[in-house]
């Protein structure tokens, strides 16, 4: 039996989000993401008529206490667009979720001891004709799509959701490069991915045995009347280890006694006649029943 108590696991997962759109050659490419400056999570740039597919990328570096299976399910919730100055002009929430085909999922190759999953799935966003992710986007506008993730990992019941906003720009499907004019404007940060990260709190299952009970904490529930107890605290899982150290060390010193008992030889009895053993039991008998000045009961306890 461990004697650590159950507390809940907090890991911090990284996500990538790359879109990929279909090129001339037949070959799916990553899209650019388009930041205004280093702070700003970024805006793809889409093309109008061109299939697109969706690469994800989810890390951590908690080594082997998380282990991702596999992406299970991703789905494309709500479409927003606002304006520059981000004020809402349309938005389709309320509408029944669109769930994406995961056509793979695979566990990249170690890196620091934990492995990434990574899954590329079809990207398909249209769910009525007037959606705003099917025309072409004014300028200064984005189109805010909620994008969750469900990702299989061990010891975990079910899928964990993660759930993020990425921003897209739908441009018209011959636009490309800006070109010369390009030179003499300010640089932009250029990125093909957006990243997000999350905290993930892992909740051990409640154990109804009484040898687990203990091991769950109470120190961050409220108990009625604590705050009689000021500043004090009472002690955690030290005292039972101080508890199994004594006891270790008591059956340590009842093993040296034997052995130093055994080291000088067999007993043997003196001799004597059996009426002389017969007064000595009788004696210890007369004092173990004579009753002591203080009747109080003793309990030895360590």
């Given at each position: ?143 805010i799509i909620s994008l969750t993730v469900g990702i299989e990992c061990e010891r975990v019941c079910e899928p964990i959701p993660f759930s993020m906003d990425i921003a897209v720009e739908v441009h018209s499907r011959n636009s490309g490069n800006p070109g010369w004019f390009a030179m003499f404007t300010p ?116």
């Amino acid at each position: 039996m461990s004697n650590e108590l159950i507390v809940d696991e907090r890991h911090d997962v990284i996500a990538r989000i790359e879109l990929q759109e279909m090129t001339a050659t037949g070959k799916y490419e990553p899209v650019e993401c388009r930041k205004a400056n280093l702070s700003d999570p970024g805006a793809f740039i889409l093309h109008l008529g061109v299939q697109r597919r969706l690469r994800l990328i989810f890390s951590h570096s908690s080594g082997k206490q998380l282990k991702f299976k596999r992406v299970s399910e991703v789905k494309i919730g709500s479409l927003r667009e606002i304006d520059a100055g981000g004020r809402l002009i349309t938005t389709s929430s309320g509408r029944k979720s669109s769930a994406m085909r995961v056509l793979t999922s695979k566990l990249s190759p170690p890196r620091h001891e934990s492995r990434p999953v990574e899954a590329l799935t079809t990207f398909e966003t249209s769910m009525s004709d007037d959606d705003p992710i099917d025309r072409k986007t004014p300028t200064g506008n984005r189109i805010i799509i909620s994008l969750t993730v469900g990702i299989e990992c061990e010891r975990v019941c079910e899928p964990i959701p993660f759930s993020m906003d990425i921003a897209v720009e739908v441009h018209s499907r011959n636009s490309g490069n800006p070109g010369w004019f390009a030179m003499f404007t300010p640089a932009k940060p250029m990125t093909t991915a957006s990243y997000g990260l999350f905290e993930l709190v892992l909740t051990p299952a409640v154990r109804r045995g009484r040898r687990s009970q203990w091991k769950r904490t109470s120190a961050q529930v409220y108990i009625r009347g604590e705050e009689i107890l000021g500043g004090w605290r009472p002690r955690g899982v030290s005292l039972l280890q101080d508890f199994h150290a004594f006891e270790t060390k008591l059956a340590d010193k009842v093993d040296l006694e034997v052995a130093r008992f055994r080291s000088k030889g067999s007993f043997e009895l003196r001799e004597g006649s059996d009426e002389e053993y017969r007064k000595l039991l009788e004696y210890c008998l007369r004092i173990w029943r004579t009753p002591t000045k203080f009747h109080n009961s003793y309990v030895l306890s360590f």
